[in-house]
């Protein structure tokens, strides 16, 4: 597609519920990213996948968060048994590849996931 | 550990003027820096971005100063246009390992009134 898609644009979910987000970056990106934005907060890194190395899982926050990408196509996150202070946006991107320094990406406009 | 700041949560200028956004960073090892801006229900978009070795980008309207031995930088927009309300996160790249790894600031929500 021409941009990166993102889906569901929102979620609503009950508190302890697993939640998984798609994300569909560019085709020919190689590079994909996933942060997120609580209220008042900047972005935070959580994870990026580059081709077929292994993922840089660093930035996740707790072992209830994992992500998977099929390739260098479509990437879901998943967040098990949900928490209220899991409530934020979720925020994809995709670039060429790591050697552009941010330049390069292109966000997706997010999932809003709320957990109530 | 807040380590890239931006203090300013908005900004309301007059369309033609200049607008001033700034941001401070406290980890020595950012050696590259962007702004990114974003509209409502959107994703951030690419603006503009300097590397430590320079001290200004210009491009266009938009121009970025950094300021290293303040940790400073800035990004200024000549003349202001109601279309640049947005808001605007400043975010800084480490060098080497993780570089990809972005940390942002909070933004600043830029008004630009006609």
């Known amino acids: 597609g021409a941009g990166v898609s993102q889906s569901p644009s929102n979620k609503v979910t009950e508190k302890g519920k697993d939640v998984e987000l798609r994300c569909d970056p560019i085709?020919?990106?190689?590079?994909l990213y996933w942060y997120r934005q609580r209220l008042g907060q900047g972005l935070e890194f959580l994870i990026y996948?580059?081709?077929?190395?292994?993922?840089?899982k660093s930035g996740l926050p707790s072992d209830r968060f994992s992500a998977e990408r099929t390739g260098e196509s479509v990437s879901t996150l998943t967040i098990q048994r949900t928490q209220q202070e899991d409530s934020a946006v979720y925020l994809c991107?995709?670039?060429?590849?790591?050697?552009?320094?941010?330049?390069?990406?292109?966000f997706g406009s997010g999932t809003r996931l709320t957990v109530v | 550990d807040q380590q890239v700041k931006q203090n300013s949560p908005s900004l309301s200028v007059q369309e033609g003027r200049i607008s001033i956004l700034n941001c401070d960073y406290t980890?020595?090892?950012?050696?590259?820096f962007l702004w990114y801006k974003k509209y409502p229900a959107e994703g951030p978009t690419f603006l503009i971005s300097?590397?430590?070795?320079?001290d200004k980008n210009e491009d266009g309207r938009f121009t970025v100063f950094l300021n290293k031995s303040a940790k400073h930088l800035s990004l200024h927009i000549v003349p202001s246009q109601p279309g640049d309300s947005a808001v605007y996160f400043c975010?800084?790249?480490?060098?080497?390992?993780?570089?990809?790894?972005?940390?942002f600031g909070t933004g600043t929500r830029l008004l630009v009134s006609p």
């Open positions: 980890n020595s090892m950012f050696d590259y």
């Open positions: 975010a800084a790249s480490p060098k080497n390992t993780g570089f990809q790894k972005l940390v």
């Open positions: 085709s020919g990106h190689t590079a």
């Open positions: 991107a995709s670039s060429l590849g790591t050697d552009r320094r941010g330049d390069g990406y292109t």
């Open positions: 300097i590397s430590s070795i320079k």
């Open positions: 996948f580059q081709g077929n190395s292994a993922p840089d």
